[in-house]
């Protein structure tokens, strides 16, 4: 059975047992900070589970895209590991439980309408305390109790080991169904039941409190059931991923034989470049933190395979679009951004190999040296020099030295990491109050309804107060300290979602204000952080919300321009143009688009102009509130990677502009007043950024502009702003030539100073050495002054130093005699700039250097000094 069949099928026999088939969430939650990828099925029904919010339906079944990295060692390894893999799922929300899921799935395994699986060739486990599902599956399903074995806490409970310990949340027994593959004496999980039917609090024991309704939630691998339903030895032998291995294979330049010793490099090839084409495609680019590290380590261990197998250049994005027509079926967006996702792959793999040259061998000369002192450890210090200056991520290094027995100081890495990232100053602000712990027991409670669209001030309750990441009844420290949160049951602030920041503003009653300096979303929850300036905040308290109304006004101009500029690069560049990211603040927008060159200035007039033509417009501004379906029929663009709740909330300006979006807006794109656009640049691999400022900002610049303009119009006494340009000309034209007279000026001079210094220059060994500090000499003129230093001595030995411009530059120069006794002017000015801060070189004969650091001039002197010296004193 084919897996895209399998798939179907799963879902289809859902349906018919009344389960909704909802779409895969996206892999990259980016409502849920407890995990940076979607590692299962169940992830996006989580408030489901958990009672909270309106249930719109009951009973679904999905196929989830997944991303787990906890196994990534045994990644092409095993037969059945991933990095990316499909999940089939069926849950219930307080709809079915035990019996039913437990029949469902054996009726979907063994019946011939279905997978048809022989019965006998089917094992089950059990939690240990669990004889209702026992019975259920002895009693009623018929399976002798030898085919059932009960197990412990650590296989049998999801999440694993959870009552002991944690986390804390819902969880529950569960039951492994495995099938013997035949001629194989090792059986595989291809279904985990999950009886969801506690809730944990703290630690044990008495801490599982069950749920007021009993939950299913199941979770079937699609690769590991298509790859026994095939009848093949391993994941990577089913029909979707086998072409891929032999496609990766041939790009990499190697034969892909399942049992070769290129099988195991190309498999994780496969997994982890169809990991990041999900991922990329969702615009998770590579980066430094968070998931976009992962995707980034994934990227730099599949370039290290292929390096190894020998394809030493950018090639793995070449695999994107055969993943890409594997996996067109249930994912066709995939194929819109496969230029995208290659070039951004392409950048990383250029990227790293540029430098993994450099690291292995430095890697290598560690490992010798490691060895050399007897250790079995990299130090901590050494694998952070590897990861900051040659991209060996430590996963890499940790790997790499594994194969070479020995191990990494990990704690020590830590420190470093740490410490380099306090030097760069990163830490953010609302950190310390977005902590999950309190908010998730605020969520419970309810959300935040958001008055915000309507109104800039209201009454409300303080539901909940924030303070060193506890939940706090009151709060009465004024002053400077941490920031707190403030959760109210109603709210006017705009808590930051969708690139528009969250609103700024106070909260007060007639003797307490506490000062909001930025509005945080967390799921349903608006968080206010700020500090208290007087009087004291308690839980249950009314007080009045009150947004800063001129900044909010500023976001609302930048914001509906943001739309008006994706409306204008699309027309002006062509529909690939879409979002990739963006960020409103108050009269200032940041917009990154897909796009692979850079603009012309032409381009950019233009989109600077219509945007503005469509404010001149002074169009409509119309919201409405409508199913996902129906506005994706009326033309809305859905952004790969948002998660999209079924009502959606629609933005029309005029009759060209329609996008999903949750901001705050303006009624009527003229109350934008101007939009300019001031700067395009490369953000990322195939990734363009624009950043505009709107209504009085914008105006403010030109203002700016104009006075600067007039200023140097003043400065250069051109009577209008016009004549400036030929009046630069002009000016430089004559520096030019005041700079021509200074050096035939100098000229002279220097002839005459060569003199002198020739006669006073030291003698070592015979030969005259002069090393100076030419103060006062141009260093455009340093060449000329060596040829008067030679012309009074051929056979001399020089370096020349000046300060100019702040810098230091060296000239060097060596008879030809003298290179014969072993003298060298690029050696000399070499040794000399190293010092100075800097470097340079030349011919044995003449060379030349710069330097960094003036103050070092007459230390880099002394050492061009001591070089001569040292090779005519040998
Ligand atoms: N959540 C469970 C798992 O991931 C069942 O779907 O195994």
Redesign the pocket.
């Known amino acids: 059975m084919k897996t895209d069949e399998l798939r179907e099928k799963y879902l289809s026999f859902f349906e018919s047992k009344g389960c909704i088939r909802r779409p895969s969430d996206v892999l990259v939650p980016k409502d849920d900070p407890t995990v940076l990828f979607t590692?299962?099925?169940?992830n996006q029904f989580k408030n489901q589970f958990l009672g909270i919010g309106p249930l719109e339906f009951t009973k679904a079944t999905t196929c989830q895209k997944?991303l787990r990295t906890g196994d990534i060692s045994n990644v092409g390894v095993t037969a059945y590991h991933h990095t990316f893999f499909e999940?089939l799922?069926n849950f219930s929300f307080g709809d079915y439980f035990k019996k039913e899921a437990i029949h469902w799935a054996w009726d979907f395994l063994t019946s011939k309408k279905w997978l048809g699986l022989e019965a006998d060739r089917l094992t089950v486990t059990v939690y240990k305390d669990d004889d209702e599902a026992f019975n259920i599956w002895n009693k009623e399903v018929g399976l002798p109790p030898d085919r059932i074995r009960r197990d412990d806490e650590y296989e049998n409970f999801?999440?694993a080991g959870s009552p002991t310990n944690g986390p804390d949340g819902v969880c529950g027994p569960?039951s492994e169904i495995y099938y013997l593959p035949p001629g194989s004496q090792k059986t595989v999980e291809i279904w985990?039941?999950?009886f969801t039917q506690f809730n944990r609090v703290g630690a044990p024991p008495d801490n599982l409190r069950p749920l007021p309704k009993q939950n299913i939630?199941?979770?079937?691998g699609l690769e590991r059931c298509a790859s026994t339903l095939q009848g093949v030895l391993s994941n990577f032998e089913i029909d979707i991923l086998k072409p891929l291995c032999h496609a990766a294979a041939e790009i990499v330049g190697v034969k892909y034989d399942f049992h070769a010793p290129e099988g195991r490099p190309v498999r994780r090839i496969v997994d982890h470049i169809r990991a990041c084409t999900f991922a990329i495609h969702e615009g998770c680019l590579p980066g430094n933190e968070k998931e976009n590290y992962i995707v980034r380590l994934l990227l730099r261990r599949a370039s290290m395979e292929a390096y190894r197998l020998g394809r030493q250049e950018p090639c793995l994005h070449q695999l994107v679009p055969a993943i890409t027509e594997m996996m067109r079926g249930p994912y066709p967006e995939l194929t819109k951004t496969i230029e995208t996702v290659s070039t951004a792959i392409a950048a990383e793999e250029r990227q790293f190999l540029g430098v993994v040259e450099r690291g292995v061998s430095k890697f290598h000369k560690l490992v010798e040296q490691t060895r050399g002192q007897n250790r079995t450890q990299i130090s901590g210090e050494e694998a952070f020099d590897l990861h900051q200056t040659d991209g060996f991520l430590i996963e890499l290094t940790e790997n790499l030295a594994a194969a070479e027995g020995l191990t990494v100081d990990m704690e020590g890495f830590q420190v470093c990491r740490e410490r380099a990232k306090e030097a760069s100053g990163r830490g953010a602000f609302a950190d310390s109050v977005m902590s999950e712990g309190p908010l998730d027991a605020l969520r419970k409670s309810g959300g935040t309804e958001f008055l915000g669209y309507d109104s800039t001030s209201a009454e409300a309750k303080i539901v909940g107060i924030i303070a060193h990441q506890r939940l706090v009844d009151t709060f009465d420290r004024t002053g400077p300290s941490d920031p707190i949160g403030v959760v109210l049951n109603r709210t006017p602030f705009y808590g930051e979602a969708g690139g528009q920041v969250g609103d700024t503003g106070q909260i007060f009653t007639l003797d307490t204000e506490f000062v909001v300096e930025d509005t945080q979303r967390n799921g349903d929850l608006i968080v206010h952080i700020g500090h208290l300036k007087s009087g004291k905040l308690t839980t249950g308290l009314t007080v009045l919300a009150e947004v800063d109304a001129p900044r909010r006004e500023g976001i609302r101009r930048a914001h509906s321009a943001t739309h008006l500029l994706h409306y204008a690069l699309r027309t002006t560049l062509g529909e690939n143009a879409t979002q990739r990211g963006s960020k409103v603040e108050q009269d200032q927008l940041r917009f990154d688009f897909a796009h692979a060159k850079q603009l012309t200035a032409e381009e950019l007039l233009q989109i600077e102009d219509l945007v503005n033509a469509r404010i001149s417009d002074g169009a409509d501004v119309n919201i409405q509130t409508l199913p996902l379906s129906e506005a994706k029929k009326l033309g809305a663009m859905a952004l790969f990677g948002e998660k999209y709740p079924d009502k959606v909330r629609v933005v029309t300006m005029g009759d060209f502009s329609l996008e999903l979006c949750g901001g705050t807006h303006l009624a009527n794109t003229g109350q934008v007043g101007v939009c300019r656009v001031l700067k395009e640049e490369l953000v990322a691999a195939g990734v363009r950024r624009i950043t505009c400022l709107t209504g009085p900002k914008a105006l403010t610049r030109m203002r700016e502009t104009d006075a600067l303009v007039r200023e140097a119009a003043a400065l250069l006494k051109a009577p209008h702003p016009e004549d400036l340009p030929r009046k630069i000309l002009s000016l430089q034209e004559e520096l030019r030539e005041a700079r021509r007279e200074l050096a035939r000026f100098t000229a002279q001079s220097l002839a005459d100073n060569a003199r002198e210094l020739v006669a006073a220059a030291p003698v070592i060994d015979g030969v005259k050495v002069l090393v100076h500090r030419a103060d006062g000499v141009p260093r455009e003129a340093l060449k000329e002054f060596i040829d008067h230093l030679r012309a009074c001595d051929p056979n001399v030995a020089v370096l020349l130093g000046v300060v100019s411009d702040g810098k230091v530059a060296l000239s060097a120069a060596v008879s030809k005699p003298l290179i014969a006794r072993g003298l060298n002017a690029s050696d000399c000015v070499k040794t000399a700039a190293k010092v100075a801060g800097g470097g340079g070189g030349g011919r044995p004969d003449l060379a030349e250097a710069g330097g960094k650091l003036p103050e070092k001039l007459d230390e880099a002197l002394a050492a061009g000094l001591e070089y001569y010296r040292s090779k005519l004193t040998i």
């Open positions: 590692p299962a099925g169940m997944c999940m799922g999801w999440p569960c985990n039941l999950v939630d199941t979770g079937m």
